[in-house]
């Protein structure tokens, strides 16, 4: 299963290599990513494939949401059907 993942905050060093170890961890593949600096702000965009993950969709949702407001960071994760649908052009 694909989904999207996001990630917005303040930048700082090691925000893109948090996310993606936690991923690791769980047997998330990323797929595809693209992060950007808009002025102070840290802006990431990944496809990643949690087919294989080790724990259900929902509990990496909340661990993901909750290890950004553990750094002040919103960190989102969406089945990529599901964010398709909501942005729709």
Do not use: W
Request: hydrophobic share 50%; charged share 25%; aromatic share 4%.
């Amino acid at each position: 299963m694909r989904a999207i993942v996001t990630v917005l905050g303040k930048d700082r060093v090691g925000i893109m290599s948090m996310v993606c170890a936690l991923l690791a961890q769980h047997n998330v593949n990323i797929l595809d990513i693209s992060q950007t600096i808009l002025q102070d702000y840290f802006t990431m965009v990944m496809l990643v494939d949690a087919g294989d993950c080790d724990i259900p969709f929902s509990d990496l949702a909340a661990l993901l949401e909750q290890e950004g407001k553990d750094r002040d960071l919103s960190i989102r994760i969406q089945r990529e059907d599901i964010f398709n649908a909501m942005h729709k052009i």
